[in-house]
């Protein structure tokens, strides 16, 4: 199975972006998803992985 490279931080600056959303991941077969409005469809995206609220 390939590995995706991750990068730890806790800042990131973005400009010209559309917009965002956030969405629980949910299992899907061996692997995970998340909901996204179709109008992002063929477009690339970023997913930002949050640290669990305590």
Known sequence: MRKIKTTVSNKIE???IRG???HKVTKFGTGAKIDCPKEYLN???VVLVKK???
């Open 52 to 54: 669990k609220r305590a």
């Open 20 to 22: 965002y959303f956030e």
């Open 43 to 45: 477009c690339e995206v």
């Open 14 to 16: 973005v400009e010209n």
